[in-house]
C-alpha cells in the first residue's frame, strides 16, 4: 500500500517547505520527472478520493432526503392517522376543535406562485435576453448587478415593503383599474383589501426574478456564437435570430431556471405572510386574501400547544415537501416531452 | 514549584467560578419578554454570580419544554390545560407574574373621538354580523360620532399568540355564538378578515386600510402613540385601558383558586377593564439541585416585592398587593 492518500496530495498541494528554500527550489519542482510523478502515481488515488468524496455528497443529499421525509411522517402521525386523506381535500382549519384540513393552503401556495410565474418568467427572460443580446456593453455590467443585488435583500425587507408600499399602489391603483377593465374575467373582483393573493404573487414574483434571470443569462449566453451568426447570414432579424437560434437551444435550461423559481416560490414564508391576509379561503378572484402552506407553519408552530395541532402542522410540513417533489417530476417530465418532439437544431 | 502554584491557581479559578455562578434556563411566553428580560437583568446586577437566561419561544414551546424537563422554569400566557399538567410527570404551579391587555385599534378617517365598544358589539363584529360602521348598534353607544356608511375590515393576528387568546376568551363570554362558533385558543378558526403577524402586522395592516378594526397589546399601543377604544365592563362602564384598570381586573376576582389558573377578562366590578390577563411562569413543584432551587426561589420573592415597581416602566401593570400577597405564600411549597 502507498502512503495515504490524503498525505501525499497535501504535500503536492501546499508547499511546506520555508519561504527561502521555495526560492532555491522552484527549478527543480517542476523538472519533468517531477511532474511525471505527480500525474501517474498520486492523480490515481487523488481519483479515487475524488470519487469517493463525490459518492459520499450524493449519498448524503440522499440521505438528508430520506430522514427529513421519515422525521416528517414520524412527527405527522397523529394527523395522518386522524385524518387521513381527508386532510388534502377539507377546507376547515380550527386549533379550538382540532379538526384540520391543507386544502386552502394547498390552493394559496400553488395559486400565489403561478402568479408570481406568471410575472416573473416573461420579465426574467426578456432581461436575461436584453442583458446578453442588446445591453450595450458599458451598462451591462451594472445592470447584472442591480439584478443579482434582488436576490440578495432579504424576505422581511421585502414584507415591510410590500405591506407599505405594494399594498396602498395596488388598494388605490391597480386594483380599481384591474376590477374596471378585466373585472369580468372574475379574477379581480370583489372586496379590495390590497392585501390578497394578487399582491403575494408580485411580491414572490420579485423575489424570484434574480434566479430566473441569472440562469437564463448563462443558459443564453451558453449558446454558441455560431448559432446566432448562421441565422443572421440566413437573413434573419434580431428577433428571429432569438427565436430560432438562442431561445429553442435555450429552452431547457430556461425550464430548469423556472423550476428553480418555482421551489423558491413555494417555500417563501416571511414576506408572503406579510401581505396575503393569511385567511385560509379558496376565492377565485385574485383580491382575496389567501394562506400559503409555509405561512400557517411560521405563523402557528410557536404558539401551538395542542399535539393534534403540532400534528398537523408537520403534516403541512409534508405536504408541502411532496408538492415540490410532484411539481418538479412535473416540470421535468414537460421539459423531457419538449426536448423530445423539438430538438434544439444547430444552424450553423 | 512556581509552577505547582500555577496549576493551583488555575484550579481554583475553575472551581470558584463553578461553585460560585448560577445559572437557570427559562423558556416560553413572547409577551412578557421585555419585562422578564429587565428582571433577569436587573437581578444578576443585585447578584452577579446569577444568571437567568430567557428565551422566548412561544407560550406553546415552553410549555412543552417544562414537561419536557429541558429547562428549569417555563412561561405561559396561557393557563396550562388539565390534560397538559397530566400529562406532565412532575407538578407544576403557575406564578402570575404580571397583567396585560388587548385594546380595540381602528382606522376611521373623520371620527376623532375614541370609540366605545359593548362585548357584544366586538364580537358580532369579529363574527361578521355587523358588516358596517353605521350599523345602529354602534351609534347608540357613540352618541354623537357619525359613522360612515362603509365596510368594516376585521383584523386579526396570523400567528398563534396569547394576545388572541385573550381576545377570544372575552369574546367567549360574552357572546354565545362566539364561543359556539369558533372558541377560545391562541390561533382560532377566524369567520371574517385578514391576518397580520404580530402586533406590528395587525398594527400595519389596521393603519393601512380605511374602516378596519383589530386588536394589539395595550403594550404595544401605548409604546407606539396608538388610539384605542375602550370596552365596556360587567358594571356597564365603558372602560380605556391603562395600567390601573387592568390591574383593577386582577384585583376583583374574589375566589382566586390556589393555583392561579383563572381567566380575569370579563371580571365583575368598577373600574374594571375587561380584556386583561395574567401571564404565569410555570416552575416545577420539586427541584433536585438544591442550590438552583434556593436562588430560584430568592428571585421570585424578589419579583413579586420589589421587581413589581419596575413593571409601570414598561407599561405591564403590576399585580394587586392581594395576589402578590398569596404568591409569596405559594412559593414556600417549592421544594
Redesign the interface.
Known sequence: MPAPPQDRISRNASPETPADEVADNAPQALAPDAKLKFRTGDSVIADRVFRGLTIICAVAVFVIVGLVLFELVLQSRLSLHKFGLHFLTKT??????EDFGALPFIYGTIVSSLVGLVIAVPLSVGTALFLTEICPRRIRAVLSLCVELLAAIPSVIYGVWG??VL??FL?VYLQPALARYFGWTGLFGG?N????MLAAGIIIAIMILPIIASITREVVVAVPRQQREAALALGATKWEMLRMAVLRNARPGIFGAIILGLGRAFGETMAV??VI????AIARSLFA?G?TLA?VI????????GNM??SALVEMGLVLFVLTLIVNALANLLVWSIKRRNPGRGLA | MRRNWLVGLVLALFLGSAIADTNLNGAGATFPTPIYSKWFSEYNKLHPDIKINYQSIGSGGGIKQVQAGTVDFGASDGPMTDEQLAATPFKVVHIPTVLGADVPTYNLPGVSKDLKFEGGVLADIFLGNIKKWNDPRLAKANPGVKFPNSDIVVVHRSDGSGTTYIWTDFLSKVSPEWKKKVGTGTSVSWPVGIGGKGNEGVSGVVKQTEGSIGYVELIYAVQNKMDYGSVQNVAGQFIKADLASVTAAAASVKDMPADYRVSITNAPGKGVYPVSSFTWLLVPVKWSDAGKKKVFIDFLNWMVGPGQSMTSTLSYAPLPASVAAKVKVTIKAIQ
Open positions: 376547515i382549519w380550527d386549533p379550538v376543535i405591506m407599505f399594498v396602498p388598494r372586496q383589501f390590497g392585501f390578497g405572510t406579510m391576509g393569511n385567511s385560509p386574501p394562506y405561512s411560521a405563523n402557528e408552530f410557536t404558539e401551538a400547544t395541532h403540532l
